[in-house]
């Protein structure tokens, strides 16, 4: 019998999310229950950030919510992939709470999106993590398959 | 003796292929060769509970037999055994439409299921909801069905006294006026009923947090509690606990030793539960 979580739990997180998200969060698109998009804004006056929207791309595995879902950042015209040291330009988003380690099954989707988003908000500064571009061309993982090495909490 | 295992191996085989009619038969020649093993039975009733057509009284049967051979042998190994005859057994009754013993048989699995560790406790959990739910739409179904009665009844009282009365006025007007007051009353009859069904549904909303397990965001079966005081559904948290010996809140180690069952919110979340059946699937 195995355990499968995530069809029940991924069903109330949708309605909870029908019902409202906090602001600067919004679904885009959760057709099934296996990738959902959502788009978040930098509520401050943050000139990083500001005026832009950021795509982001949720994939839950069958055991979500006991292990993390894959979360990116994805690129289009009009969704450019936020400056931050810890975020690479090809949208992998290097944070504890999302890896096997920080991850914790009571946080959720909209938690996810609140974290990222004040992850944004506390950022001042203008760059990419060291050796972004090697990453991006060498990398072949898929994001949980990546140990990051979290040095810098705080950023 | 030993041919009734190999039997058993053959019939393991057909059923991991996914040829349920075949393993059935396997196992009933492995039974006939040996009666007396109680795993036997519970390997056919999981058989017959994959035929198209379920037989669930001969499953009942071949689990009640189970449960009897094991509870005469000494056998200390029974927990699993007895774990999954109680389990089939609760789905039997539950297709058979015999909801308190659906619900009690979930309950025995359950528990047999913490007591030996076994990893099905997430299946079982879903099994004890599942069972209280369809047992509470069935008593919603009776409920409303006496209730539709008993408000047509009322009507139709109300409908025969209008009718007498004006028989005994003579005019026109003082019938007129009769009938007027007769029809005033079995509105408001109507809109009582009909207030009372609408208050109801607006009730079904969503369940109440303390209710509701964190991980899994189903009402909690049986809530256990961390260190530090907060609780969830066992189930969850166990599931957890075997990647990440950590607590899910505080990040401080946590095994699943240092749970502990919070009997107090188990009563209140059945005692919810049973008036509320729908939260199961809200």
């Given at each position: 019998m195995p355990v499968q979580f995530a069809a029940k739990r991924l069903g109330k997180e949708l309605s909870k999310i029908q019902n409202g998200l906090p602001p600067g969060i919004e679904l885009v698109s959760a057709d099934d229950l296996e990738e959902w998009l959502l788009d978040i804004r930098v509520l401050d006056n943050n000139p990083l950030y500001l005026n832009e929207t950021y795509r982001l791309k949720f994939r839950f595995s069958q055991s979500y919510p006991i292990e993390p879902p894959e979360v990116v950042f994805v690129k289009q015209a009009d969704r450019p992939i936020p400056v931050h040291p810890h975020i690479y330009s090809n949208g992998i988003i290097c944070l504890d709470l999302l890896g096997q380690q920080g991850w914790s099954p009571v946080q959720s989707v909209e938690s996810v999106c609140m974290s990222l988003q004040s992850m944004l908000t506390g950022n001042t500064k203008n760059e990419r993590p060291a050796g972004d571009e090697d990453f991006v061309r060498a990398n072949k993982l898929r994001p949980k398959d990546i140990e990051f090495y979290y040095h810098d909490n705080s950023v | 003796?030993?041919?009734?295992?190999?039997?058993?191996?053959?019939?393991?085989?057909?059923?991991?292929?996914?040829?349920?009619?075949?393993?059935?038969?396997?196992?009933?020649?492995?039974?006939?060769?040996?009666?007396?093993?109680?795993?036997?039975?519970?390997?056919?009733?999981?058989?017959?509970?994959?035929?198209?057509?379920?037989?669930?009284?001969?499953?009942?049967?071949?689990?009640?037999?189970?449960?009897?051979?094991?509870?005469?042998?000494?056998?200390?190994?029974?927990?699993?055994?007895?774990?999954k005859a109680l389990y089939y057994l609760s789905q039997s009754h539950l297709a058979l439409k015999n909801y308190d013993q659906a619900v009690s048989y979930a309950l025995l699995a359950h528990e047999k299921c913490v007591e030996t560790g076994d990893k099905s406790l997430p299946a079982i959990t879903a099994q004890v909801l599942k069972c209280k739910k369809e047992r509470w739409e069935h008593r919603e179904k009776l409920r409303k069905r006496e209730e539709q009665e008993v408000e047509e009844e009322m009507v139709e009282l109300l409908t025969q006294e209008m009718e007498r009365m004006m028989k005994d006025e003579t005019d026109q007007e003082g019938k007129e006026e009769t009938k007027k007051m007769y029809e005033e009353k079995i509105e408001t009859l109507r809109n009582v009923f009909e207030r009372a069904r609408k208050k109801e549904e607006q009730r079904r909303r969503e369940p109440p947090d303390w209710a509701v397990d964190d991980i899994s965001f189903q009402v909690m079966v049986d809530p256990v509690m961390t260190k530090t005081g907060k609780s969830y559904e066992r189930a969850s948290i166990e599931e957890h606990l075997r990647r990440s010996e950590t607590d899910p809140l505080t990040r401080t180690p946590l095994t699943i030793k240092d749970l502990v069952p919070n009997i107090d919110l188990k009563h209140a979340c059945e005692e919810f539960l049973n008036e509320n059946g729908w939260a199961v699937d809200w």
């Open positions: - | 003796m030993s041919s009734s295992l190999a039997l058993k191996e053959e019939g393991n085989r057909h059923f991991q292929k996914g040829d349920y009619i075949a393993a059935e038969a396997l196992y009933t020649k492995a039974i006939l060769s040996d009666p007396s093993n109680p795993l036997l039975y519970t390997n056919r009733a999981m058989a017959r509970l994959k035929l198209p057509d379920p037989p669930y009284f001969s499953i009942v049967e071949d689990c009640e037999e189970c449960l009897r051979l094991s509870s005469s042998s000494s056998s200390s190994s029974g927990g699993n055994k007895n774990m």
